[in-house]
């Protein structure tokens, strides 16, 4: 197989880039050089000749060109979920306004029926307010270019101070095992840690206090972390869904949420070059799990 650009220069030289078909099977990128030698009398009498082959390069070079195009469509659909995010907060602000001036107004003179149809419009516009912080949060994930030195067990101690209402309302024992020192994008690995422990605490099951624990191990060359409770667990079917955005597995009225929160998590952690999953069954209690690389490695 021969494909390639073929340039002849006036001393008889040649050069071309080609691909060939192996015997195994595979596609080699070859580059190859010819060029003549002269007799005593100065004229050619045969070419002589080099070739390389530059596979890995040319594989290399795809490879980047796939990156710059996939890192400008990333920076392209967070500047839309920004601009569209931001552009929303206006007109909502304005529906939540007007409800309210109706209501303050005009609510004893309102007839039951009417008042019900604007407390939906109330709450449907507070799920919309929620929704958009949410957008703007996923959108803005990245932004922080530097890495610090992160004490995660400080972090995690500062995360559970925030949601000590929360814990105390659910009756939760939160216990930390051994958590490191590392680098990292010391907000995002925050809102990371918020978003885990809190779907523990929210996800729990009837008539049980959460018991949540986290704690990491040192595995190869970076650190896998671990969030485990004993909550409703998740099943099977939708382990890899649960990481898309906008994706809910109950309905609002069992559990609040915008089905944005592990869709924020997984692009945290693949900020750092790393990875989530989760490990759950139905009733049984789940635990995530991420790896944050050392960052040579990442």
Same mark, same amino acid.
């Given at each position: %197989? =021969?494909?390639? %650009? $073929? /340039? =002849? @220069? @006036? *001393?008889?030289?040649y050069e071309a880039e080609y691909r060939i078909l192996t015997p195994s099977?595979? !596609?080699?990128?070859?580059? &190859?050089?010819?060029?003549p030698f002269l007799d005593w009398q100065g004229q050619v009498a045969g070419?002589?000749?080099i070739a390389v082959d530059i596979t890995a390069h040319k594989e290399g +070079? &795809?490879?980047k060109r796939r990156a710059e195009r996939l890192a400008m469509e990333n920076r392209e659909m967070e500047r839309f979920t920004y601009l569209a995010s931001h552009d929303l907060k206006e007109p909502l602000r304005t529906i939540q306004n007007f409800v309210s001036l109706i209501h303050y107004q005009h609510g004893d003179d309102l007839p039951? *029926? $009417?008042i019900e149809y604007l407390n939906f419009i109330s709450e449907a516009s507070a799920r919309m307010s929620m929704l958009i912080k949410d957008l703007l949060v996923y959108s803005r994930l990245g932004r922080q270019k530097v890495l610090v030195e992160v004490d995660t067990r400080v972090l995690v101690e500062e995360v559970l101070q925030d949601l000590a209402g929360s814990v105390a309302e659910a009756r939760a024992q939160v216990e930390l095992g051994s958590l490191p020192c590392l680098k990292g994008y010391a907000t995002e690995l925050r809102q990371l840690f918020q978003n885990l !422990?809190?779907? &523990?605490?929210?996800?729990?099951? @009837?008539? /049980?206090?959460?018991?949540?624990?986290?704690? &990491? *191990?040192?595995?190869?060359?970076?650190w896998r972390f671990a969030i485990k409770d004993n909550g409703i667990g998740i099943d099977l079917t939708y382990h890899a869904k649960i990481f898309e955005l906008f994706q809910r597995l109950h309905h609002r009225t069992e559990y609040e949420g915008t089905g944005i929160g592990l869709a924020n998590?997984?692009?945290?952690? +693949? $900020?750092?070059?790393? =990875?989530? +999953?989760?490990e759950s069954e139905l009733g049984q209690g789940s635990t995530f799990f991420f790896f944050i690389p050392d960052p040579a490695e990442a």
């Open positions: %197989m =021969y494909q390639g %650009m $073929l /340039r =002849y @220069e @006036e *001393t008889h030289r099977g595979d !596609i080699r990128w070859m580059w &190859a050089r010819q060029f070419h002589t000749g +070079e &795809a490879a039951p *029926t $009417l !422990i809190s779907n &523990a605490l929210k996800f729990r099951q @009837e008539g /049980r206090s959460p018991h949540v624990w986290v704690g &990491a *191990t040192r595995k190869g060359k970076g998590c997984k692009k945290i952690v +693949e $900020l750092h070059g790393g =990875y989530l +999953e989760v």
